[in-house]
């Protein structure tokens, strides 16, 4: 009898367990469904509350740590993202959402090398994810590798050619490379497609700066701006359009209104740099092309311009190192520095040698 006493209590235990088990697994499954309403909403903060809750009912649940990693990733808590993404393919070694926006969270951390891991991964489950080889294509552009990011974007169009960051993308990588006509097609393509991306305007001005045509940039810039006016990079940009139209105050102006945006943004340290030297502001361009090359010590152009700089203070040795560096670099240096060297050092004097 006490046998059977404990069969039945074992059983009665076993369906009480089971019984929990399946509240807590609709518990979790209905804060999940409320989590993902807040996040199509925006509601991060409640978004990321319920997704708690969800897992603390039920951790197995890959999806809830995806989704939560997405709350996380776009509140800008990369490293609780990446965490999250983690743990969601940990349960499911497969989920190839998951590795898609782990990668996003590898880009924006600047780990490109782990963020095309995991778009490959991605490609491996579904090569016909056109998002996959699109991602993949930005972190190869990201890394300088512009051929095959090409290649993938070439990919991505051919998967689904209604994308128009595809053709965006596929756009400023070819602008990198010179292909100016077929970037404008590229970005002309995009816009059709839609016409309220603010990248694909500052693409598309990059590429008319390029050729030369300062009033076309300066018009897209506008408009990129105008869609989104939070972007420093936008200012930048057409701040540099400004200088190049020889508008300094208006350049000054944009370069100063991105750094406010974004103090760590290296291009606009080094574009104001310029206007202080235009300006015979030596001092001052110095320490902003210092800075530009603190924030980015691989910009070769800002060791040109420094150099520059350096030579209009009579300081041959300085500027000689930050020419060597630009060209290390695969810089190039300005005609008027090379001028201005070559004056420069035939004035140095030359050493006596001893009589012995």
Not at 53 to 64: E, G
């Amino acid at each position: 009898m006490r046998r059977y006493w404990l069969i039945l209590f074992l059983f009665v235990s076993t369906a009480l367990i089971a019984q929990a088990q399946t509240s807590r697994t609709a518990s979790a499954a209905s804060y999940l469904e409320r989590g993902n309403s807040w996040l199509e909403k925006g509601e991060l903060d409640r978004a990321i509350a319920d997704y708690d809750l969800a897992i603390a009912f039920d951790s197995r649940v890959a999806v809830t740590y995806h989704n939560r990693c997405l709350a996380r990733q776009r509140k800008g808590d990369l490293e609780g993202a990446l965490s999250d993404c983690n743990r969601a393919i940990e349960l499911n070694p497969r989920y190839a959402e998951a590795y898609l926006n782990r990668g996003v969270v590898h880009c924006a951390l600047g780990d490109f090398d782990a963020a095309i891991n995991d778009f490959s991964k991605v490609i491996e489950i579904n090569p016909r994810d056109a998002r996959a080889w699109s991602n993949r294509g930005v972190a190869r552009g990201q890394q300088g590798n512009d051929a095959d990011a090409i290649t993938d974007f070439n990919q991505a169009i051919k998967l689904d050619s209604r994308k128009a960051n595809a053709w965006s993308n596929r756009c400023y990588a070819r602008y990198r490379q010179g292909a100016l006509d077929a970037a404008l097609a590229d970005c002309d393509r995009a816009l059709k497609l839609d016409s309220h991306i603010a990248t694909i305007w500052k693409n598309r001005g990059l590429a008319r700066q390029e050729k030369g045509d300062l009033d076309g940039a300066i018009s897209d810039f506008d408009r990129a701006i105008a869609l989104d006016p939070q972007i420093a990079e936008f200012y930048s940009n057409r701040g540099r359009a400004w200088l190049l139209k020889r508008e300094v105050e208006r350049a000054l102006d944009d370069f100063n209104h991105a750094l406010l945006l974004n103090p760590k943004l290296a291009e606009a340290w080094n574009h104001r740099g310029v206007v202080w030297l235009a300006d015979q502001e030596i001092a001052r361009a110095i320490a902003d092309f210092s800075e530009a090359l603190k924030l980015s010590p691989r910009l070769a152009e800002a060791y040109g311009n420094r150099g520059l700089a350096w030579l209009m203070q009579d300081r041959l040795a300085e500027a000689e190192a930050d020419f060597a560096k630009c060209r290390e670099l695969g810089g190039t240096i300005k005609p008027k520095a090379e001028l201005l060297l070559h004056e420069a050092r035939g004035r140095r004097p030359q050493a006596i040698p001893r009589k012995w």
